[in-house]
């Protein structure tokens, strides 16, 4: 054993700096579901800056310290406060914020989004279902992102209004009518984050013919 350490230092010492880099420097993220449609499709595999917020002690939820501000419209892995399932959503609204959602629209601090575009396309379900969505352009709080609703969907349409408490976050997923967000498990508290997401690394269509995605490949998320 000792000479296969000696043999191998450069490689171990290697493996062990890359491993601490991807716990508490960066990471990417596989994505599964289609909760943030279309910003983020099924079969994307994301970057994700892990200290965009805190450095944490790896392994752990612990902040040794705080480096930026979550930000309205930031894209974020978060640990689910419901069951430990890591999600990624948008951020939409910080403490102190009042957010509501009638029929749909989404309201920041009483101020409604606006929206503009009417692009009609399908959106894959469960099961090989598909249903008809509604992409359109959202415009709230200096932010503007892609965003689709499924019209023929039951869904959560109406929300609060409530007031995000200090040191917690509301998200919601792009793809509006499919997303378990904070609708559903709750606030998120700060020490629950991850890190923000920022660009696609690769992609493949794992819906369909498995086939990689190249014009999706280093895309910024917007």
């Not at 079969?43 to 480096?67: H, M, T, W």
């Not at 990624?88 to 009638?102: N, Q, S, T, Y």
Request: hydrophobic fraction near 45%; proline fraction near 6%; include cysteine.
């Amino acid at each position: 054993m000792k000479a296969f350490l000696h043999n191998n230092r450069g490689f171990i010492a290697f493996l062990v700096c890359f491993g601490f880099f991807r716990l508490a420097v960066a990471d990417w993220n596989p994505i599964p579901s289609g909760s943030m449609r279309p910003t983020i499709l099924e079969g994307d595999v994301v970057l994700v800056n892990r200290v965009a917020y805190d450095f944490k002690l790896p392994l752990s939820d612990i902040a040794l310290f705080e480096i930026g501000t979550p930000q309205r419209g930031d894209v974020i892995t978060f640990t689910s406060p419901k069951d430990g399932v890591r999600l990624i959503k948008r951020l939409v609204a910080v403490p102190g914020d009042v957010v509501e959602m009638r029929n749909e629209a989404l309201y920041i601090n009483g101020t409604a989004a606006e929206y503009s575009g009417n692009d009609v396309a399908i959106e894959p379900l469960d099961h090989g279902i598909t249903t008809s969505a509604l992409q359109v352009t959202e415009r709230i709080a200096g932010n503007e992102r892609a965003v689709q609703f499924l019209p023929d969907v039951s869904a959560k349409r109406n929300f609060g209004p409530i007031t995000v408490p200090q040191g917690n976050y509301f998200f919601l997923g792009d793809n509006r009518d499919n997303s378990a967000d904070s609708r559903f498990i709750g606030l998120v508290p700060r020490h629950l984050l991850i890190g923000r997401a920022h660009h696609i690394l690769v992609s493949a269509n794992i819906l369909g013919n498995w086939l990689p995605r190249l014009d999706r490949t280093g895309q910024r998320i917007q």
